[in-house]
């Protein structure tokens, strides 16, 4: 009998763990959807189009109240080698937040895009036109903002081939102006990609300059990048990986337009935009790059002065914060928007408090969540000035 009422008492027991570890998978695809959508204020679609090239899809994030009466601007954003669009989350999640129509695109045979039968299996197949095409297609929805002119309110971007693609897609626009006499690209940011390999197709940074046209193009690029952004003279000892200065390189005085270009000021190119090279210590990684990548897409591309060009380039890293927990780019500095009348702001910190007191003995240093306002860009949410933000809710022609 005791045996019996044990064996039932164990299946009850299990039971219950089971039920509560249910209830708390449900609970956290529910918390995922509504940060996803940013609390039901914007729908995510998955779309698929058909180019010259092949099939591209992504991932389309709609702010609520968008459509042809009120166009927004647009940023098509993309992934590196072997990964896909949900690699963009967080830019996708942060600027739709703030009103603009977000894209994260997979590029051609990536995720659900695939190219047709002459353009496919190959490196130089997945990426070269991949933004490109996907800019065409944005901007031929009437939903997305244009100015008077006709040029498109859109922006690209992407982390490592997506940068590549960020930059061909810019290059092929300024040639498609030449003849269509309007620019469907307004912005760039590319990451942990400079022009090494989109130089094989004519662009190196000469060519870059040359077909800016006053666009806003900013780069992120790690100062102990395994692969890119290399040293004038390269140390002969250290490999790919040794400290980088980006900035003081020819390839960074040609892209700044400047002789000797320091961090965090602003210049004025040939072409009338400004320019802005924002350096820190650190080295190559996916997601916290595209912590900084939604980051500055918040600081440099407000919703209501999209259509200013000014050329940014932005040097960054995070020696040991690779496997850091960032909520910067998902929950920004301003999370009592998305529910009026709710301090998110406030729950999450004490959320993180508890969480913090619970597991203090079960994490490393290096995966702290710091929630404070934090200036020195290494960390926790970083509260950006207001007044370049903008309210995230201006459409219309721009």
């Not at 498109?152 to 061909?168: D, K, L, R, T």
């Not at 003081?248 to 210049?267: F, I, N």
């Amino acid at each position: 009998m005791k045996s019996t009422a044990k064996a039932t008492e164990k299946r009850s027991r299990t039971v219950v763990v089971l039920a509560i570890a249910v209830a708390l998978m449900l609970l956290g695809s529910i918390f995922a959807q509504m940060f996803n959508t940013s609390f039901y204020k914007v729908k995510v679609s998955r779309i698929s189009f058909d180019t010259d090239s092949g099939t591209l899809s992504g991932l389309l994030y709609m702010p609520k109240g968008v459509d042809a009466s009120n166009p927004h601007p647009t940023i098509v954003t993309t992934h590196g080698y072997l990964n896909s669009a949900e690699m963009q989350d967080e830019t996708a999640i942060e600027m739709s937040r703030r009103g603009y129509v977000v894209l994260a695109l997979d590029m051609y045979d990536h995720g659900h895009s695939h190219g047709n039968a002459d353009n496919t299996g190959g490196f130089f197949n997945f990426w070269p036109t991949s933004l490109w095409d996907a800019a065409q297609y944005m901007y031929s929805q009437d939903y997305v903002a244009k100015d008077a002119q006709g040029n498109g309110q859109i922006a690209v971007s992407g982390h490592s081939m997506g940068g590549f693609s960020s930059e061909m897609a810019i290059y092929l626009d300024e040639q498609n102006y030449a003849a269509a006499g309007y620019r469907i690209i307004k912005a760039g940011l590319s990451m942990g990609a400079d022009y090494s390999w989109t130089s094989y197709l004519g662009l190196d940074e000469e060519a870059a300059v040359a077909t800016f046209g006053g666009r806003t193009i900013g780069k992120i690029c790690g100062q102990y990048d395994e692969f890119f952004f290399a040293a004038d003279e390269p140390p002969t000892k250290s490999g790919t990986v040794y400290h980088k200065d980006y900035v003081a390189t020819t390839a960074g005085k040609t892209l700044l337009e400047q002789e000797a270009p320091q961090a965090d000021t602003w210049y004025t190119g040939s072409d009338g935009g400004e320019g802005q090279l924002h350096q820190q210590q650190g080295k190559r990684c996916q997601h916290e790059q595209e912590a900084h990548q939604s980051d500055q897409l918040k600081d440099f591309f407000p919703v209501p002065d999209l259509a200013g060009g000014s050329n940014v380039l932005h040097q960054t890293g995070l020696v040991g914060k690779c496997s850091g927990v960032e909520l910067d780019g998902i929950l920004g500095g301003s999370l009592g928007e998305v529910v009026p009348g709710v301090d998110l702001t406030r729950l999450v910190n004490d959320a993180l408090t508890a969480v913090r007191a619970m597991g203090a003995h079960a994490h490393s240093a290096d995966r702290k969540v710091d929630v404070v306002t934090d200036n020195d860009d290494m960390g926790g949410i970083d509260m950006i000035e207001p007044s370049r933000l903008g309210d995230g809710k201006t459409g219309g022609a721009h």
